[in-house]
């Protein structure tokens, strides 16, 4: 490819002879825009010999049309194949018309809009979602035979049968290791045996629902989004409801009543555990199992179990529903059910911590 400059008065002429395509246009830019600079005006292009052309070439065709669209002066294009003049109308002309600076600030301008649409589409997805859930609910409440209770009892077998290995042994080591910690300190002013009331407020108050909950979003919720996730993307979704069936009693309502059951049971079992870790340690500490029993009495009182079984169940409502959700608005694609999943796993985790803080502002104003 070359490319001649011909100069009449304050015209240039501008031809090019050979492809004009992404290895050409972009050595021969920084030399039209250095002519462009000479004090020329009106710009004419001739491409009667151009024999090839791409979107690079069609690109520097267009640079140059917005560069004299912008000050106002002549353009032309003469001797332009047809198929290559379709290549250059492709692009949108409006685009001409704007300012580098005007271009800049609409970007931004355009960013925000399309997320505050984005964000408030979304809110009313969830919202028209947690509606319906509600409906199907408030019937399978009132209608206890049409629940699908074979589905109940299996997602409670995996979500909780399945999650108590886990749910024990890590209840346990932090248990072990929040007596450990808390009882170095303490030594130092002979306070060690309210390591136990300390083991005993912190988890069936707190760690036991927080940390029972994060693990269900990890392990159920994760599982949930995923299943309906694949189903979605095979269509068997479309299929229920082609053989008109409401895919929200057949598919969220039996996980979210497996959800109501065995996250308080999981909870329970958590700070059974937790308690079980504290014991090994104030045992090893010299203080009889009967001392740390009462010492946890003292500490945690009835209300306070009540209120962390409520909030678990809370928790497992909303790690149930944040991952049917996410399962349910799965897109196609291979990586469509991963990113489903992590979907649910960050939005339910992000859902624990901001009601954990809204339960603890409620709580806390109670006298609890």
Request: aromatic share 10%; glycine share 10%.
């Amino acid at each position: 490819m070359s490319v001649r400059f011909e100069v009449s008065g304050d015209s240039l002429r501008i031809t090019f002879d050979g492809p004009l395509t992404f290895e050409t246009a972009g050595s021969m830019f920084p030399e039209i825009m250095h002519k462009l600079k000479t004090g020329v005006r009106g710009i004419s292009v001739d491409a009667h010999r151009v024999d090839a052309m791409d979107t690079a070439g069609a690109a520097l065709l267009i640079h140059l049309e917005k560069h004299q669209s912008t000050l106002d002066l002549p353009f032309e294009i003469v001797g332009l194949a047809e198929s290559y003049r379709k290549l250059y109308h492709l692009f949108d002309r409006a685009i001409l018309e704007q300012t580098w600076e005007d271009e800049e600030i609409r970007w931004h301008f355009d960013a925000i809009g399309r997320r505050t649409v984005s964000l408030w589409e979304k809110v009313k997805e969830f919202t028209a979602f947690c509606g319906e859930l509600f409906v199907a609910l408030m019937k399978s409440i009132s209608n206890p035979s049409r629940i699908r209770w074979k589905d109940v009892f299996i997602t409670c077998e995996s979500a909780g049968v399945g999650a108590l290995p886990l749910i024990g042994m890590i209840g346990f080591l932090i248990g072990l290791i929040l007596a450990f910690q808390s009882a170095i300190p303490m030594r130092r002013f002979g306070a060690e045996i309210f390591v136990a009331n300390l083991i005993g407020l912190s988890m069936i108050r707190e760690l036991g629902p927080l940390m029972t909950s994060v693990i269900l979003a990890g392990r159920s919720g994760s599982a949930f989004a995923a299943e309906i996730g694949t189903m979605r993307i095979n269509e068997e979704i479309d299929a229920i409801v082609t053989m008109g069936f409401d895919p929200m009693k057949f598919l969220v309502v039996p996980r979210i009543i497996a959800s109501l059951i065995v996250a308080p049971l999981l909870t329970l079992f958590f700070q059974l555990a937790g308690l079980a870790g504290g014991a090994v340690v104030m045992l090893s500490l010299g203080f009889p199992f009967v001392t740390y029993v009462q010492q946890v009495q003292s500490a945690a009182a009835t209300s306070d179990l009540l209120g962390a079984l409520f909030k678990v169940t809370v928790f497992g409502v909303l790690i149930a529903a944040i991952g049917c959700y996410r399962g349910l608005e799965t897109k196609a694609g291979a990586s469509a059910v991963g990113a489903s999943t992590t979907s649910a796993v960050v939005s339910g985790i992000i859902l624990i911590a901001v009601f954990d803080g809204i339960f603890a502002v409620i709580f806390y104003f109670m006298g609890w």
